[in-house]
């Protein structure tokens, strides 16, 4: 069986959804507390902008984290590409993976992703996440049939 590839591609910036939404109150909340701290002292610019920067550099992580991150699936393995500074490459095995299930969290929703789980039978990594992916649920089929070939291929190596 020659390789295919079934899906090429990077989560969807939506996952981070929830990180833009922490960093947004929690900059509103520096913004009220710098408001009612300048009836008292004078209001210092460069600590503003020092705590602003610091959230906008949390907020900023998570992206570029996301836009950094590459899944190559063919009918073999699963091919995660991860990192910013420093790469790291990690691979799974189609025949190791165990159960497959598509999760649609609400904010994921709004945008037409969802995050497939894979539970594997690796001892080190039992559970694999995939977060924000397009058309989760048409990838989930097309992995859950490459991986019932390998299964198939597994049992009838075995049978015969």
């Not at 591609?9 to 981070?16: E, K, V």
């Not at 899944?71 to 590409?81: A, G, Q």
């Amino acid at each position: 069986m020659a390789n295919q590839m079934i899906f090429s591609g990077a989560p969807s910036q939506a996952c981070n959804l929830p990180a833009l939404l922490q960093g947004g109150g929690v900059a509103a909340m520096i913004g009220a507390l710098h408001y009612c701290a300048s009836n008292y002292f004078p209001l210092q610019w460069n600590l503003l902008l020092a705590q602003v920067g610091a959230v906008l550099i949390g907020v900023g992580l998570p992206f570029l984290k996301t836009a950094f991150t590459r899944i190559v699936i063919d009918t073999t393995r699963i091919t995660w590409t991860q990192g910013i500074l420093r790469r790291r490459v990690s691979t799974l095995e189609l025949s190791r993976i165990q159960r497959i299930t598509a999760i649609h969290p609400w904010w994921q929703r709004l945008f037409g992703t969802g995050s497939i789980i894979l539970t594997t039978d690796d001892l080190a990594h039992p559970v694999k996440r995939l977060p924000a992916i397009r058309c989760v649920d048409q990838l989930c089929r097309a992995l859950d049939e490459a991986v019932a070939m390998h299964h198939d291929a597994a049992y009838s190596g075995i049978k015969e």
